[in-house]
Every structure is written in structure tokens, then in C-alpha cells.
């Protein structure tokens, strides 16, 4: 499985429970307010359409395959910390 990095901007309706619940499909964690990591065997281009029936064509997303190298630091969740560690 490859792990993605998923992020976007909601502009003004801002429903974030539609796109969260749509995210939560997958193995997923939720790193920053509007940043998740995502577990899966689909490709970039397939999540990316799958995540856009989920927003507003105002709204912005983002994904990207994650490098398995990284460095984070500040007030991260023990559960988050977890998550990055086992995925990156």
C-alpha cells in the first residue's frame, strides 16, 4: 500500500463532515486541521477524483504521494505521532 498526503481549503460552505467521512473510507489519520494521511492501493489520480465528489467546486484538495522519509515537530498527538511514525 502507498500512503498519500491529503490536504485542503474549504471556502465557504466549509463542510467538512462530507470530505472527513469520504477521507475516513480509507486507512486514514488526521495529522493538522486540514491535513490527513492516507493509506491505499488506489492510485493518486483515483483518490483525488474520489475526494473531489466530495467538495465544492469553490473548495481546494490536494494529493500527493508521501517519500517514505520525514521530520515533523511540535504539539502533535500521541495517536498522530504514532501515525506518522508507522506510515513514514
Not at 491529503?6 to 486507512?27: F, G, M, N, P, R
Request: charged share 25%; net charge negative.
Amino acid at each position: 500500500m502507498t500512503i498519500f498526503i491529503v490536504s485542503y481549503d474549504l471556502i465557504k460552505h466549509k463542510d467538512y463532515q462530507k470530505l472527513t467521512d469520504a477521507i475516513e473510507t480509507y486507512s486514514s489519520c488526521k495529522v493538522l486541521e486540514s491535513l490527513w494521511l492516507i493509506k491505499s492501493n488506489l492510485s493518486v489520480k483515483e483518490i483525488r477524483n474520489h475526494l473531489n465528489n466530495h467538495i465544492d467546486e469553490d473548495d481546494r484538495l490536494i494529493v500527493f504521494q508521501a517519500l517514505p522519509v520525514a521530520a515533523w515537530t511540535g504539539n502533535l498527538s500521541q495517536s498522530v505521532d504514532e501515525c506518522l511514525r508507522a506510515n513514514l
